[in-house]
């Protein structure tokens, strides 16, 4: 997430911060509808269904190519 451009960031456990941000977005109905905008393009473009086959399966193959090769005993 980016500060301002798809979500606002604040430090964990700063209510201060937290409750500014929380008014900036209560006070700027552009800003969430930007923000709102922004943040649902990201989740389309990382977050598909597309990303997520082509993620795991790069997993699985980086796992595979680790495995030693099969053996049959006889």
């Known amino acids: ?3 301002c451009d798809d979500g606002i960031l604040f430090d964990v ?3 201060d911060q937290l409750a500014d941000a929380l008014d900036l977005l209560l006070s700027d109905a552009p800003l969430r509808a930007r923000l709102g905008a922004a943040g649902q393009a990201r989740a389309r473009l990382e977050f598909s269904v597309e ?3 082509e993620r795991t399966s790069r997993f699985y193959r980086s796992v ?11």
């Open 1 to 3: 997430i980016s500060h």
């Open 13 to 15: 456990g700063d209510v």
């Open 51 to 53: 990303q997520y086959v």
């Open 64 to 74: 595979a190519d680790r495995r030693p090769p099969f053996q049959q005993f006889d």
